[in-house]
C-alpha cells in the first residue's frame, strides 16, 4: 500500500465524509477513490472556514479535514487557520510538501515551523511506513483536550513510498475526556450556593462537549440566568426565562444589568479572555472557571475557584453536589426580573427594529430575519464588523447550535465559509450567512461553490457602501480621499455566479424577500439577498 493510500484509509476507517480542499495535492484523488467527497473552493481560506464552520456543527464529529498543496497552497490557508486557533476549532490540516530531496531549499516553504503558533500540534508524516503512527497521534491531539487545529505534512515521497500491510494495522483514535477533581467541585458548589445572584457564563465548550442540556439543568436547579458568549450564543435557548441573551462587543441589556449586580460569575466552556466576542466580568465578583484546558485559569481575570474538565462532565458532577445537599436555591423572583429587563430594551430599540426609513435600517433586516425564518431548523452564523455587533444582540436564538457566532479573531469573510461548512454537516437544515458588503468583497466568489457543490444556502448582504466604523482609524484618509467608501452591485454578480438573488430596497419588502429567498434554498438552489441599507453605527452595549 502506498503512503497516500495509508491516509486516505485511515480517513475513511475514522468517518471521514469530506475533504475541504483547492488543489493540487494528491490525496484528493486518494481520499475520491475511498468514497470521500472532495469540496474544492474558490480560494483556500474558505476551505479552512468550511471546516471550521463543519466542525463547529457536528462537535467534531466526523472530522474536519483540509487538505491544499504544498507551498502556495498553505501559504494561502494560513489567515484561515489562524481564525480556527483563535476561535478554537478541531481541524486537521493536511498539506503536501515537496519531499526529502528538496528540504532546506529557501524557496520551500516549512509550513511545520511557520504554523507552529496557530496550531496545536505541527509534524511532518517522515516515512510511509510512520503514516499509521503520525495520524493516530495528530487524530489523539485532536480529540483531547483543548480543541485546536493540528497540521500534518505529507511529502511527496511519503505520498508515493510503499509499506507493508502489518505496517498499515489502525485503529480508529477514541475521544478521551477527563472530568474535574472532586474537592474542586464541592468548592464550586459550596460558591454557587452561597451566592445571592450567580450568573452564568457560557463559551462554546458547552458545545464542544454536548453540554447543553446540562447547562439548562443546573441554571435551572440554581436559578442562575444564564448568558454566553458570541461563539456560546445558543447553546442555551434565549426565549427561557432565564437567558440573558449573547454578549460580546455587542449585548443584550441583560448580559449588562445581571453581570453588574451579581456577586458570582460561573464561567464553563470559556476561556475568559477579553476579545471581541466576550463581555467583560466588572471588578469585585467572585469567579469560578471550568475549562478543559488548565492554560486558560488565571488569564484575564483573578479565579477564585477552578474546575479542569470536560464541560458535560464537570455540569453533572455539579448538578450532582448541589442536589446531595438539597433541591438548589429558590428562584427569588429572578426570572421575572429578566423578563422585565428585556421588556424594557426591547421596547427601547423597537423603533430601529421596525424602522421604515429607507436606505434600510440594518436592525430592520435583523428583525425580519429573527421573525421570518424557522429558528428552530436554521443555522444563522453572522460576519465580521457592524454585522456582528446587530446580530448577536437582537436574533434571538432558541435551538441548540441555532447560531454560529465567532470572532475571537475578525477575518472579514469568514462566515460563508462557515455557513457553507454547516450546510454540509447539517443539510436538513437552514442556513443563513449574514455579511456586509466588505466582507462580500472578499469572497463572495464562493456563491459558485456553494453552486457548484450542491449547498444551497441563504447569504444576506448588507450593502452601505461602506467599511463602517472605518473614519475613526483613518479619518484623513476618509475626508480627503474617501478611502472607507466602495461600490458595486454583489446580487449581480451572485447571479451571474448562478444563484437566486435580489437587490431589495424597500424596507416593507423585506420580510416577503426573505420568505422568497428561503423557498428557492428549500428547493434547492444557492439565494443571496442584497438590501441597500444606510450606515447605522449604534450599538446594543449591554
Known amino acids: 500500500m502506498k503512503g497516500g493510500a495509508a491516509v486516505a484509509n485511515i480517513l475513511k476507517q475514522e468517518g471521514v465524509e469530506y475533504l475541504f480542499c483547492f488543489p493540487n495535492n494528491p490525496l484528493i484523488d486518494a481520499c475520491a477513490s475511498v468514497g470521500i467527497r ?29 487538505c491544499f498543496q504544498g507551498g502556495p497552497g498553505i501559504e494561502n490557508a494560513y489567515g484561515g487557520v489562524a481564525q480556527a486557533f483563535a476561535d478554537s476549532s478541531p481541524i486537521l490540516i493536511l498539506p503536501g510538501q515537496a519531499g526529502a530531496a528538496r528540504q532546506n531549499q529557501p ?28 495520524m493516530r497521534r495528530g487524530l489523539s491531539q485532536l480529540r483531547t483536550g483543548s480543541p485546536k487545529p493540528v497540521l500534518m505534512e505529507v511529502p511527496g515521497d511519503v505520498v508515493n513510498g510503499e509499506m507493508s500491510d502489518e505496517e498499515f494495522a489502525y485503529r480508529p483514535v477514541q475521544r478521551r475526556r477527563s472530568g474535574g477533581d472532586p474537592d474542586d467541585i464541592r468548592q464550586a458548589a459550596s460558591a454557587l450556593l452561597a451566592s445571592e445572584l450567580p450568573v452564568i457564563y457560557a463559551g462554546q465548550g458547552i458545545f464542544l462537549a454536548d453540554a447543553m442540556d446540562e447547562l439548562r439543568e443546573l441554571a435551572e436547579l440554581i436559578s442562575a440566568p444564564v448568558m454566553t458568549t458570541t461563539l456560546g450564543k445558543s447553546c442555551f435557548p434565549e426565549d427561557h426565562p432565564l ?18 449586580q451579581c456577586d458570582t460569575v460561573f464561567g464553563i466552556g470559556t ?43 464537570v455540569l453533572r458532577a455539579l448538578i450532582d453536589e448541589v442536589r446531595s445537599r438539597g433541591n438548589g436555591r429558590a428562584g427569588n423572583g429572578i426570572a421575572g426580573e429578566v423578563q422585565s429587563v428585556k421588556s424594557a430594551w426591547l421596547d427601547e430599540w423597537m423603533p430601529h427594529l421596525t424602522s421604515e426609513e429607507t436606505p434600510i435600517n440594518p436592525y ?40 454560529m457566532g465567532w470572532g475571537n479573531s475578525t477575518q472579514l469573510g469568514t462566515g460563508l465559509g462557515l455557513a457553507l461548512g454547516a450546510k454540509c454537516a447539517a443539510p436538513e437544515k437552514m442556513v443563513v450567512n449574514v455579511m456586509g458588503d466588505t466582507a462580500a468583497g472578499t469572497v463572495l466568489l464562493d456563491v459558485e461553490t456553494a ?55 424597500d424596507p416593507n419588502d423585506v420580510s416577503a424577500a426573505i420568505t422568497r429567498a428561503t423557498a428557492r434554498v428549500e428547493a434547492g438552489q444557492t439565494a443571496v439577498l442584497e438590501f441597500i441599507t444606510k450606515e447605522f453605527p449604534v450599538f446594543s452595549r449591554g
Not at 468550511?50 to 462537535?59: I, P, V
Not at 471550568?290 to 477552578?306: P, V
Not at 473614519?471 to 480621499?481: L, T
Open 38 to 66: 472532495p469540496i474544492i473552493t474558490r480560494i483556500e481560506r474558505t476551505a479552512v472556514n468550511m471546516a471550521m464552520g463543519y466542525a463547529r456543527t457536528n462537535g467534531g464529529s466526523p472530522l474536519a479535514v483540509c
Open 107 to 134: 524557496s520551500v516553504y516549512d509550513s511545520v515551523r511557520h504554523y507552529e503558533g496557530v496550531t496545536k500540534w505541527s509534524a511532518i508524516i517522515n516515512a510511509a511506513d510512520r503514516v499509521p503512527e503520525m
Open 243 to 260: 437567558s440573558l441573551g449573547a454578549g460580546g462587543v455587542s449585548a443584550t441589556k441583560m448580559v449588562g444589568h445581571f453581570l453588574g
Open 271 to 313: 476561556s475568559f479572555q477579553k476579545t471581541l466576542a466576550s463581555y467583560t466580568v466588572p471588578r469585585g465578583k467572585v469567579v469560578i472557571q471550568s475549562t478543559s484546558d488548565a492554560a486558560d485559569l488565571d488569564n484575564e481575570y483573578a479565579i477564585d475557584h477552578a474546575v479542569v474538565g470536560d464541560a458535560k462532565l
Open 364 to 403: 430592520r433586516v435583523v428583525w425580519e430575519l429573527r421573525n421570518t425564518l424557522d429558528r428552530a431548523n436554521a443555522i444563522v452564523t453572522h460576519d465580521s464588523g457592524n454585522p456582528r455587533d446587530q446580530m448577536v444582540p437582537f436574533f434571538e436564538t432558541i435551538a441548540p447550535r441555532g447560531y
Open 451 to 505: 453552486v457548484r457543490e450542491r449547498l444551497p444556502i441563504l447569504t444576506v448582504v448588507l450593502n452601505n457602501g461602506a467599511m463602517g466604523g472605518y473614519e475613526h482609524n483613518i479619518p484623513i484618509a476618509v475626508e480627503r480621499y474617501r478611502s472607507k467608501f466602495l461600490t458595486g452591485e454583489y446580487a449581480a454578480v451572485a447571479a451571474a455566479l448562478g444563484a437566486y438573488a435580489e437587490r431589495v430596497t
